[in-house]
Nanobody, 119 residues
Framework: QVQLVESGGGLVQAGGSLRLSCAAS????????MGWFRQAPGKEREFVAR????????SYSESVKGRFTISRDNAKNTVYLQMNSLKPEETAVYYC????????????WGQGTQVTVSS
């Protein structure tokens, strides 16, 4: 079973930046697509970004496009989410997850890291 550990969350002012990291426990991480999701209080979990296993294909939700960047370092079994120009409404718990085949559901999830954006 893949274990994922997110880090890098915290409190930031509106317009600020944070970089989230998600470290995986297995070397097979390099063969998995990875995603970032977030869940705000009282809301459904929503997709934020996805990166394929090689890092060559990336996709983003419309709300973060141009401000967030997903990347990965397979040598470190880690995926990142660089978040710029953060907004208060983006306060949420951010999760990373594995997608072990294109088109499959995201199956392994981390415990999440809290991001709080103050106005």
């Amino acid at each position: 079973q893949v274990q994922l550990v997110e880090s890098g969350g915290g409190l930031v002012q509106a317009g600020g930046s944070l970089r989230l990291s998600c470290a995986a426990s297995e070397r097979t991480f390099s063969s998995y697509n990875m995603g970032w999701f977030r869940q705000a209080p009282g809301k459904e979990r929503e997709f934020v970004a996805r990166i394929n296993w090689s890092g060559t294909v990336k996709s983003y939700s419309e709300s973060v496009k141009g401000r967030f960047t997903i990347s990965r370092d397979n040598a470190k079994n880690t995926v990142y989410l660089q978040m710029n120009s953060l907004k208060p409404e983006e306060t949420a718990v951010y999760y990373c997850a594995t997608q072990r085949a294109t088109g499959a559901s995201f199956d392994y999830w981390g415990q999440g890291t809290q991001v709080t954006v103050s106005s």
